[in-house]
Nanobody
Framework: QVQLRESGGGLLQAGGSLRLSCAAS????????MGWFRQPPGKEREFVAA???????GYLDSVKGRFTISRDNAKNTVTLQMNSLKPEDTAVYYC????????????????????WGQGTQVTVSS
């Protein structure tokens, strides 16, 4: 059973930066594509960023150029560097893992992910 644990959330002012980390255990990390999703207050969970097994990345349009996803297979971690944060980035952020045979593939669909972390709150004030 794969377990994911996020860390790094917090409260900050607009324009600031945060680095979210997700530590994985209980599985072969390199066999998973990884994603970050978020759920703003009163809204559905949405895709933020993903990274394939071989390092290919994808982003929500509104975070392109501000957020960067990366992975360290040696440390079983995936990180989301968030810069120039805006109040509309306020949400609970979730890390997710998807078993992927295709090393080039990542998904933007939450239902296609097999494992989820408990989430970490990010609050950006104006």
């Amino acid at each position: 059973q794969v377990q994911l644990r996020e860390s790094g959330g917090g409260l900050l002012q607009a324009g600031g930066s945060l680095r979210l980390s997700c530590a994985a255990s209980g599985g072969t990390f390199s066999s998973f594509s990884m994603g970050w999703f978020r759920q703003p207050p009163g809204k559905e969970r949405e895709f933020v960023a993903a990274i394939s097994r071989n390092g290919g990345t994808g982003y929500l349009d509104s975070v392109k150029g501000r957020f960067t996803i990366s992975r360290d297979n040696a440390k079983n971690t995936v990180t989301l560097q968030m810069n120039s944060l805006k109040p509309e980035d306020t949400a609970v952020y979730y890390c997710a893992a998807r078993a992927s045979y295709n090393s080039n593939f990542y998904s933007v669909i939450p239902a296609e992910y097999n494992y989820w972390g408990q989430g970490t709150q990010v609050t950006v004030s104006s």
